[in-house]
C-alpha cells in the first residue's frame, strides 16, 4: 500500500492520485497542508526535502516530487501506461508535464495565495492587482497556447497521460477557486478541460475530494 502525503485538492498531489486510480494501485492519503505552521508532521523536514507536497512512501521508500512518484508508480506498474509509446508523443508528454510547472507559478499559484491562503489562512487581504495582472497578462499567452496544442481527445496520443493529468489538475484548481475558461476564446480547451474531468481515473479522484473541496467552501460547479 502506497502512502499519498499531501492534500487532495493540491494541484500535484493528485497528479499522483490519478496515476495511482489509473493504474489500480492500492493507496491512502496522510494530510499535509504546509502552508499551515505546524501541520506537517515531525519527520516532515526528512520526508519533504523542500516542504513542499506530495510525498510518497512504499515500504521503505520516500519520494517527493510529483513528477517523480508518478515515473516511479509508471515503473512499478506499467499498465496502463501515462507515457506514450511513440517517442515524439513520449517527449511532448514530458515537455506539458513541465509546462504545466508553469501554470502552476504564472497562474494558480499566485491565483491561490490570493483567493485562498491570504484570506483564509493568513488573515490578510488579498491583492487585487496580482489577481488582475495575471487574468489580464499572464494567462492569456498561457490559455492560447494550450488551444492552440489541442487536436485529439487527448493532449498527446490516444489515451490519459502525464501529460492530460498534470495540466487538466491546474485547471481543476483554477476553477475550484470560481474561474472559468472562456469558451468563445479557448473553445478546445474549454471542451478538452471537461473531457479529461469525466474519464474514470479523474472522475473518481475529484468525487473522493469532494468533502475537502465542500469544506473549504470552493466552487465545483464547473463539475455539475
Ligand atoms: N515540483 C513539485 C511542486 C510541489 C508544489 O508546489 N506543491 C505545492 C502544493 S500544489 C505546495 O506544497 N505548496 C505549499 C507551499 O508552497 O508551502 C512537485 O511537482 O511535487
Redesign the pocket.
Known amino acids: 500500500m502506497l502512502t499519498i502525503y499531501?492534500v487532495p485538492l493540491?494541484?500535484?498531489?493528485r497528479?499522483t492520485i490519478v496515476t495511482a486510480i489509473l493504474k489500480k494501485m492500492d493507496y491512502t492519503v496522510k494530510p499535509v497542508i504546509?502552508?499551515i505552521p505546524d501541520n506537517p508532521p515531525p519527520n516532515w523536514a526528512s520526508l519533504s526535502p523542500?516542504?513542499?507536497?506530495?510525498v510518497m512512501e512504499d515500504g521503505d521508500f520516500t519520494l517527493?516530487?510529483?513528477?517523480a512518484?508518478c515515473l516511479y508508480l509508471e515503473r512499478k506498474q506499467p499498465r496502463p501506461s501515462i507515457l506514450p509509446s511513440d517517442t515524439r508523443d513520449y517527449a511532448r508528454a514530458l515537455w506539458f508535464d513541465a509546462y504545466a510547472?508553469t501554470i502552476?507559478r504564472h497562474v494558480v499559484?499566485p491565483l491561490f495565495v490570493q483567493t485562498i491562503v491570504n484570506p483564509n489562512i493568513r488573515q490578510s487581504p488579498s491583492d487585487k492587482s496580482v489577481i488582475d495582472n495575471v487574468l489580464d497578462a499572464v494567462q492569456p499567452k498561457i490559455l492560447a497556447y494550450l488551444d492552440s496544442q489541442i487536436s485529439g481527445l487527448f493532449l498527446v496520443g490516444n489515451a490519459l497521460t502525464l501529460a492530460d493529468i498534470a495540466i487538466v489538475s491546474n485547471f481543476i484548481v483554477y476553477q475550484y477557486m470560481g474561474y472559468r475558461i472562456d469558451a468563445a476564446a479557448y473553445p478546445r480547451l474549454a471542451t478538452y478541460l471537461k473531457r479529461i474531468a469525466v474519464t474514470d481515473a479523474y472522475a473518481k479522484a475529484l468525487e473522493d475530494e469532494k468533502p475537502f473541496v465542500a469544506n473549504m467552501g470552493l466552487d465545483r460547479s464547473f463539475l455539475d
Open positions: 499531501g493540491s494541484v500535484h498531489t497528479k504546509p502552508v523542500t516542504g513542499l507536497i506530495p517527493a516530487d510529483s513528477s512518484i510547472g502552476f499559484h
